[in-house]
């Protein structure tokens, strides 16, 4: 990632992921996969794909990151590569984010074998007797990442998003697990290849685990900090860096019937545009059979009536399309909303890029 220190913040990770990796449930192992400033990923613990090559198998490139069906073939792989595993990573973002017995086994043995825990899930490990107590056994740390600050500490929306001068964009979506923080990401890079200065704000335990170095745990927060706690961030972000750009990550999506996030970050955030994920072949919200997704030009139209501000551009997600059907997906959303359409996984991030900057008035150097 430009501008940043190729050493990882906290160390080499084991990411488990097990029977997960090819669903969206695996979506904290993809993005630790894709890109994370934190780690370095030495390998990814899933049965069902072992032996294979992790990026192969996500996005058809390979990246040297192996899929094992172990612990202990994990960290013979980590010695292999010269880097020793220091973290065990829970890449499974289930429903709720609860601790189950599989994924308590995997800890405890990841505990045994003298590994730091960092965990997304709801259920803090911390507040687990059993785990704890391991933990302080063996002298490992437990971080429940989706902790949430004190009460004391925690803000409340001030007005305060008024000083801000960086331009701001929030990356929504029609569904969640669509791809919203991985667009966010690739947009960031793009913009500082560029020669933008582009920070992102996180909004989700993922984004922390990738380094983010703003953000907040949305789905862990009492609702009446929620907007507070966004505004804060995006403030510190720009008061800290004064980037050009800060790319707000999305939660869920207005109208999904589970996780009906995107108003909160609209109204607290206050950005000058929204870029709207959406993935062509899903036909219903993800994990809920017979609740259908909402058409596209619904979702924008709702989220431009909440915002007051426009949907710049519809980037796509190609679960279930092949490249001819993500050009023909694309064709159809320019032609249906008149909005430009792309794949930033196939595409790359310039063109997008390129909108943010139109939209900016100012030219890429």
């Known amino acids: ?22 669903t969206t449930y695996g979506k904290t192992a993809h993005g630790l996969v894709r890109r994370t400033r934190r780690y370095r990923i030495t390998a990814v613990i899933d049965g069902s794909v072992a032996g294979r090559d992790a990026g192969e198998v996500l996005d058809g490139r390979a990246n040297g990151i192996p899929l094992v069906a172990s612990l202990a073939e994990a960290l013979a792989a980590s010695e292999k590569a010269g880097a020793p595993a220091t973290h065990f990573v829970i890449g499974i973002a289930p ?8 994924l308590r086994d995997a800890i405890s043995e990841a505990i045994e074998a003298g590994l730091d825990i960092d965990s997304g899930l709801h259920d803090f490990l911390n507040e687990d007797r059993a785990i704890s107590r391991l933990a302080a056994e063996r002298r490992v740390a437990l971080r429940d990442v989706r902790a949430t600050p004190p009460r004391g500490e925690l803000h409340a929306w001030t007005g305060k998003i008024d000083q801000v001068e960086s331009y701001r964009i929030a990356l929504l979506g029609t569904d969640s697990a669509i791809g919203k923080r991985t667009t966010a990401w690739v947009l960031v890079e793009a913009l500082e290849r560029m020669g933008l200065g582009a920070e992102m704000v996180g909004t989700g335990q993922t984004a922390w685990m990738q380094g983010a170095r703003y953000g907040t745990m949305m789905d862990s927060l009492v609702s009446d900090f929620m907007a507070g706690e966004i505004e804060h ?30 108003y909160e970050t609209l109204a607290a955030a206050r950005p000058q545009a929204v870029i709207l994920q959406h993935a062509p072949a899903r036909l219903e919200y993800d994990g809920f059979p017979g609740y259908e997704l909402d058409p596209l030009e619904k979702q924008i139209q709702a989220i431009e009536l909440v915002s007051g501000k426009p949907v710049i551009a519809v980037t796509i997600n190609h679960e279930g399309l092949d490249r001819e059907g993500v050009a023909a997906a694309a064709a159809d959303i320019e032609s249906r909303t008149g909005l430009p359409a792309t794949d930033v996984l196939l595409e790359g991030g310039e063109r997008l890029a390129g909108v943010v900057l139109e939209r900016m008035g100012r030219r890429a150097t």
């Not at 429903?95 to 599989?102: A, E, I, V």
């Open 233 to 262: 961030a995006v403030w510190l972000a720009w008061s800290e860096q004064k980037p050009d750009v800060i790319v707000i990550e999305g939660q869920g999506s207005l109208m999904n019937p589970a996780y009906p996030g995107g």
């Open 95 to 102: 429903d709720g984010g609860r601790l189950s017995p599989t």
């Open 1 to 22: 990632m430009p501008d940043h220190d190729d050493a990882p913040l906290d160390g080499n990770a084991i990411v488990f992921c097990d029977g997960a990796f090819t």
